[in-house]
């Protein structure tokens, strides 16, 4: 298994920015697709963007697309989120998720996924 532990959480006005990084060991980077999913309170973990394992293809939420940017850095073993634009709403902790096998119509789907971090707290106020 590939160990995940996400930073770079914090407290944001709303319209500003955050990278969030997703340092990866145990296992060679290259080899997992990955994902961000966030859980906001009082609510189900959901889908915020996934990057196949070359980097080729990417997706993002309909909540998310346009502000939010995902990358990663094989050298490093490290995927990062860029988020730009930040609402209110997208307050929540955030988790990485890595994925050995998965398909793409599986890519939203948060059991697909068989690694995650421990999270990280992202709070934007008004």
């Known amino acids: 298994q590939v160990q995940l532990v996400e930073s770079g959480g914090g407290l944001v006005q709303a319209g500003g920015s955050l990278r969030l990084s997703c340092a990866a060991s145990?296992?060679?980077?290259?080899?997992?697709?990955m994902g961000w999913f966030r859980q906001g309170p009082g609510k189900e973990r959901e889908f915020v963007a996934y990057?196949?394992?070359?980097?080729?293809?990417?997706d993002y939420a309909d909540s998310v697309r346009g502000r939010f940017t995902i990358s990663m850095d094989n050298a490093k073993n490290t995927m990062y989120l860029q988020m730009n634009s930040l609402k209110p709403e997208d307050t929540a902790v955030y988790y990485c998720?890595?994925?050995?096998?998965?398909?793409?119509?599986?890519?939203?789907?948060?059991?697909?996924?068989?690694?995650w971090g421990q999270g990280t707290q992202v709070t934007v106020s008004a």
């Open positions: 145990g296992h060679t980077f290259a080899n997992y697709a």
């Open positions: 990057i196949s394992r070359t980097g080729v293809s990417t």
């Open positions: 998720a890595a994925a050995a096998q998965i398909t793409w119509s599986q890519r939203t789907i948060f059991d697909s996924y068989e690694n």
